[in-house]
């Protein structure tokens, strides 16, 4: 009788052993699994903050380069493009290869700007590319900025569109 208790005994010391082993290693999964959640959620977060200030930086360079007296209208103030001047910059940064890293420089990325009007005539050229003969590019940004354009088209010389910057890096 008392080899009977205990083994009963040592059997349920055992049985007690085992549970309290898997609830620890259930609590560790448990852990592990908010852990990797949490650090999934923070990454995100990080990358799009990363994306936020990188977008900003291309925006706020393309609207610097925009500004200057090369492109900019005689009349209205910021975001203002001549179209006249946007088309000589274009013809120059094509066979120019010091003007055309001058204006990688002033920008500080790699781009491609086209223009697009959309008012009073639908036209678009390609007036900036800063990645012409380079091939080891990735596209990271695109994007339109609203633009008034001066042009002599139209009776008032203005049209409106956007500017559509292709940011890349390498």
């Known amino acids: 009788?008392?080899?009977?208790?205990?083994?009963?005994?040592?059997?349920?010391?055992?049985?007690?052993?085992?549970?309290?082993?898997i609830a620890v290693v259930?609590?560790?999964?448990?852990?592990?699994?908010?852990?990797?959640?949490?650090?999934?959620?923070?990454?995100?977060r990080a990358l799009d903050k990363a994306k936020d200030n990188q977008l900003t930086y291309v925006m706020n360079s393309?609207?610097?380069?925009?500004?200057?007296?090369?492109?900019?209208?005689?009349?209205?103030g910021k975001l203002c493009i001549?179209?006249?001047?946007?088309?000589?910059?274009?013809?120059?940064?094509e066979e120019d290869v010091e003007f055309r890293s001058y204006i990688r420089r002033m920008i500080g990325i790699?781009?491609?700007l086209k223009l697009v009007s959309l008012y009073p005539e639908e036209e678009s050229f390609l007036f900036i590319n800063t990645t012409s003969g380079l091939t080891d590019y990735s596209l990271t940004q695109v994007i339109r900025l609203p633009v008034v354009i001066e042009n002599d088209t139209n009776e008032p010389g203005i049209g409106f569109g956007y500017v559509e910057v292709r940011a890349y890096l390498r």
Do not use: H
């Not at 560790?28 to 990797?36: E, W």
């Not at 006249?84 to 120059?92: D, R």
């Open 26 to 44: 259930f609590v560790i999964i448990i852990i592990v699994i908010l852990g990797s959640i949490i650090f999934m959620e923070s990454s995100k």
């Open 110 to 112: 790699d781009a491609e």
């Open 62 to 76: 393309v609207e610097n380069f925009l500004n200057v007296p090369e492109l900019k209208c005689s009349y209205f």
């Open 82 to 93: 001549d179209a006249w001047k946007a088309k000589a910059v274009s013809s120059i940064s």
């Open 1 to 21: 009788m008392q080899k009977c208790r205990a083994v009963l005994q040592s059997t349920k010391g055992q049985t007690r052993g085992v549970e309290t082993i």
